[in-house]
């Protein structure tokens, strides 16, 4: 399980999460979703260890990741896939998956998970020698995927990969989550598609304001409730 328990984080001197708890258990994903400005991508990069935590905690089978760096993060086999992709526009879409790999341990897996990652996304594996900077956005988010991929993680926390992609891109995404649920990776998911990620989800929490407003299995999810949360006015 990881869990984040009370915690307050953000950037300097403004504060943004306000004492969050929340569990992700393993083999399950977790959907989190919220409007523009929840705290959801400050969360995430909390839990990596990228921004400091103020209080609270943050734990992966009971052992606390809070103060470590990223690097014992991947070590940890936790990956991030960042919101914006993030892909390294000057280098060819092969060289931006090497560069997944890159803690020392994975190397000499590089190239059977190349090779997983291509069968994953065949794609990928046809551009392979293309620019990352030329890819069009559905492409450039199945790249930023498999390379989170190419460290062969056990937890993955994703954030929006579905903004700005065609619905048919989306679907093949979220197929390829589901797929990876299903050998066993541990999925956060942050989504502000709240209909795909209550499909694809176990839970979900709502968070709003740097809080957690709601935390329910998503097929007991009341829509109307849900809505009505997430739109609500500040009060
Ligand atoms: N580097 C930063 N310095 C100061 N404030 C920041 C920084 N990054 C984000 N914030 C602020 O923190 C708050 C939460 O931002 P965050 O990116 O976590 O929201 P989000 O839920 O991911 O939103 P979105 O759905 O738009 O991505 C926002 O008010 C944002 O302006
Ligand atoms: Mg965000």
Do not use: C
Not at 32 to 57: E, Q
Not at 190 to 198: C, D, G
């Amino acid at each position: 399980m990881l869990s984040v328990t009370d915690l307050r984080a953000g950037y300097g001197a403004i504060n943004i999460l306000w004492d969050v708890s929340l569990r992700f258990p393993l083999g399950q994903l977790t959907a989190i979703i919220g409007p523009n400005g929840a705290g959801k991508t400050t969360l995430l990069r909390a839990i990596m260890g990228l921004i400091p935590v103020t209080l609270g905690d943050v734990t992966l089978d009971s052992y606390s990741l809070r103060g470590r760096n990223t690097w014992d993060m991947a070590g940890m086999g936790l990956a991030l896939i960042p919101e914006g992709r993030m892909v390294f526009a000057d280098m060819s879409v092969e060289d931006n998956l090497a560069m997944g790999a890159f803690p020392k341990p994975h190397r000499p897996a590089l190239a059977r998970n190349l090779e997983r990652v291509f069968g994953l996304f065949p794609r990928l594996h046809e551009r392979r020698r293309q620019l990352a900077g030329s890819l069009s956005g559905g492409e450039a988010q199945m790249l930023a995927l498999g390379r989170g991929l190419m460290s062969e993680p056990r937890l993955l926390l994703i954030d929006e990969p579905s903004l700005g992609l065609a619905p048919v891109i989306v679907h093949e995404i979220f197929a390829i989550l589901r797929g990876l649920k299903e050998q066993g990776v541990t999925i956060v998911l942050v989504e502000q598609n709240t209909h795909m990620a209550l499909a694809v989800a176990d839970s979900v929490y709502l968070m709003r304001s740097g809080r957690v407003l709601l935390n329910e299995r998503a097929a007991a999810v009341d829509s109307q409730r849900l809505h009505d949360l997430y739109f609500a006015r500040e009060g």
